[in-house]
């Protein structure tokens, strides 16, 4: 967003379930700078034509074999895959353009009448190619030849920060952090000695009509990440964690007791895929509400790997 008036416009399919109570959001960060948002409209449009040959992205598992490989250039990937034969010796596997320019030559792959696994490393030593087509070779030889579980993943080494939760010890007061009351709910939220501090008056109908979160948490597929953080609250009452992306599809779900003594709490996640996600604390509706006027206070909260 600039200082200028600009018109934005985004195209969506729903492919979920017909959901009449769905909402529009508009996350605007932790910036205390005014936004004007104007001329607001969802509408439906015709849906474009499909086409079959269109290049994919990566899956969300990472595996890039998916309707038009997309080779990055100097990107390192690895080519797995299971193969087994009966009578057939070899077959060759390789990468290459629709014109032919071989990205991983041709490779001789022995088989047996049990399945292998198959491991093949490569870098990407040209342009870009969205459109690389991925190419087993059988041969003339008679006889039958399965395959499964092909992969073709990103490798690529990447920098990971150890630790993607900033100012867990609220030394800078809320800074990173962010809140949200709905209109049915009644808090306030701020720093109070070097802690977060939730003074609720009202909890509101849904277990997110309070919340403190801390989003742009990147964190990385086949890593595991430790959650800490420690909690009190003036009257006992149960507390919602959740790790989730901006689809809500959650990483960690857990429900705790806070009570008058402070505790601390630590849980683990590994994830599957690489996602930006945000660390929420849901402090709405609860086992027991309305439960009256009551302060929560977080604090030392952190995200590591592990």
Known sequence: MTTDVQTYSMTFDMTEDTDLA???????????????????????????????????????????????????????????????????????????????????????????????????PFTMGQETDLFSQLQFVLGSAKGEITLDDVQLLDVTPVEVDLSPLKNGSFTEGL??????????????VEAVNKA????????GQEPWSVLMEQGGLELHAGQTYVVRFDASSTVARNMEVTIENAAYTRY?????QVTPEAKSYEFELTMGQTDMTALKFLLGRTDGSPIGAHDVTIDNVSVTTK
């Open 252 to 256: 960690l779900s857990e429900i705790v």
């Open 175 to 188: 800074t990173q952090w962010g809140s949200y009351v709905h209109f049915d709910a009644q808090a306030a």
């Open 196 to 203: 977060a501090q939730l003074s609720i008056t009202q909890e």
């Open 22 to 120: 769905a909402r529009l959001e508009f996350n605007v960060g932790l910036s205390t700078a005014g936004v004007q948002i104007g001329n607001v409209r969802v509408e439906q449009t015709p849906r474009e034509a499909l086409d079959p040959n269109a290049t994919k992205p990566t899956l969300g598992d990472g595996n890039h074999v998916y309707n038009g490989i997309q080779l990055s250039e100097g990107r390192e990937y690895v080519l797995r895959f299971k193969a087994k034969s009966e009578r057939i010796k070899s077959l060759q596997v390789g990468l290459n353009s629709l014109d032919g320019d071989a990205y991983l030559p041709l490779q001789d792959v022995g088989l047996t009448r049990d399945f292998q696994s198959i491991e093949i």
